[in-house]
């Protein structure tokens, strides 16, 4: 069975970091792409940040510069470096396989938050 268990999402003051981590079990992430998506309230969840089986990385332009996504193959894990953080940043964000191995299935993602 497909999961992903997302963590490190917090409250940060605008300009703050934070590094999200998903870990994947039930699917080997090294045979897929990978995203970063982001949901707030009222609004369809949004793709933010790609990578492919290669390493090669994709964002939405709200986030290019200030967001990084890495993926450890060996760890079965991905992870999304968020620096200088916005107050539109703030939203539950998850992490899936492109396409979705297991429809319409998402993690419980984790919150982050950013007020000052």
């Known amino acids: 069975q497909v999961q992903f268990v997302e963590s490190g999402g917090s409250l940060v003051q605008p300009g703050g970091t934070l590094r999200l981590s998903c870990a994947a079990s039930?699917?080997?992430?090294?045979?897929?792409?990978m995203g970063w998506y982001r949901q707030t309230p009222g609004a369809q969840r949004e793709l933010v940040a790609t990578?492919?089986?290669?390493?090669?990385?994709n964002y939405t332009e709200s986030v290019k510069g200030r967001f990084f996504v890495s993926r450890d193959n060996g760890k079965n894990m991905v992870h999304l470096q968020m620096n200088n953080l916005k107050p539109g940043d703030t939203g539950v964000y998850y992490c899936?396989?492109?396409?979705?191995?297991?429809?319409?299935?998402w993690g419980q993602g984790t919150q982050v938050t950013v007020s000052s």
């Open positions: 899936n396989t492109i396409p979705q191995v297991r429809a319409n299935y």
């Open positions: 039930g699917v080997f992430i090294s045979y897929y792409f």
């Open positions: 990578i492919t089986r290669g390493g090669t990385t």
